[in-house]
């Protein structure tokens, strides 16, 4: 079992505090060195919209400043990692927004508005890929994710709201095959649904990559459904997601921080290069909570 060398982690705690975004700095701090939670809600605050909603490239892939339901979901996945409680007025704000934004004939929300393509963006973001009649899994991306925040938060959210969304779910989950696309999965097992969880993990061990030799294209890596020990598919994923981790303590660049196993494929080229650095922090970030939590870096 490989680990992560002091002088490594030094290299990617350096590579975030140069290179990151305040918001990734921030979440470091915080969760690996006792900082201030209050520095991270400062450097999450830019992003969140009038309208309570989050956007202005918060997800580095989608570049839109106005509100977006997955740079929402971002941004309540932040909230959330700081233990935001519901009378903290960001997450009422966001609740707000996402309420607001549920479509019932859908039924979900779907995860950009068309104004996405007046802006740099990743290919698979292009409003063509969501719009009405589009077959993109809007009740797994964004749609579990928010789900999951909405229950999380259960205090502000519509019971009726969660009702329904719950049900269109699990119907869904129902007529799933494999291979389904890792962020989907693990959205959809951060849902508290116990109904779910074996046709979920089932989809996971059927879904998954577990060839190195292919990690380096955008596959389902272990670590994607499986990032930390208490994820539903830890244990039934445990062989892969062990060769996962000794596969990143190999990869990381010398710089410290890792690279995305994906790119928006020549187009944009100057905003990609603005993504990238962007997604370097936050894959850095969630790489180190994966090898800590699993006990994979000297002295943590």
Not at 19 to 47: C, Y
Not at 82 to 95: M, N, Q
Not at 192 to 215: G, H, I, M, Q, Y
Request: glycine letters at 8%.
């Amino acid at each position: 079992m490989k680990k992560l060398s002091a002088p490594s982690f030094r290299r990617a705690r350096d590579f975030l505090l140069t290179q990151a975004r305040p918001l990734e700095r921030a979440l470091f701090a915080h969760e690996f060195e006792a900082g201030p939670r209050g520095a991270v809600l400062e450097a999450l605050a830019p992003f969140q919209n009038a309208d309570g909603g989050y956007g202005h490239a918060l997800e580095p892939d989608v570049r839109l400043p106005a509100s977006s339901a997955i740079a929402t979901l971002t941004g309540l996945d932040v909230l959330r990692e700081i233990a935001a409680g519901s009378e903290e007025l960001p997450v009422r704000r966001a609740l707000a927004w996402v309420v607001q934004e549920y479509d019932a004939a859908l039924p979900g929300w779907r995860s950009v508005p068309p104004a996405v393509d007046d802006f740099a963006h990743a290919r698979h973001w292009s409003w063509d890929r969501h719009a009405p009649g589009a077959a993109w899994p809007h009740l797994l991306v964004p749609g579990a994710r928010l789900l999951s925040h909405l229950q999380h938060w259960r205090a502000l959210a519509p019971p009726e709201l969660v009702a329904d969304a719950g049900v269109a779910l699990r119907a869904h989950v129902e007529t799933l095959t494999p291979p389904v696309f890792g962020d989907g999965l693990h959205y959809a097992s951060t849902v508290d649904e116990p109904r779910l969880r074996t046709k979920l993990c089932r989809l996971a061990l059927e879904s998954v990559n577990t060839n190195p030799a292919e990690w380096g294209g955008y596959v389902n890596k272990p670590l994607k459904l499986a990032p930390l020990p208490e994820s539903p598919f830890a244990d039934v994923l445990a062989g892969p997601v062990s060769t996962n981790l000794d596969y990143e303590i190999e990869q990381q660049p010398s710089d410290g921080g890792w690279e995305p196993n994906w790119s928006w494929q020549g187009a944009y080229e100057a905003e990609w290069q603005v993504a990238r650095r962007e997604w370097r922090g936050e894959l850095t970030l969630k790489t180190l909570r994966s090898l800590r939590a699993y006990g994979r870096i000297e002295g943590l």
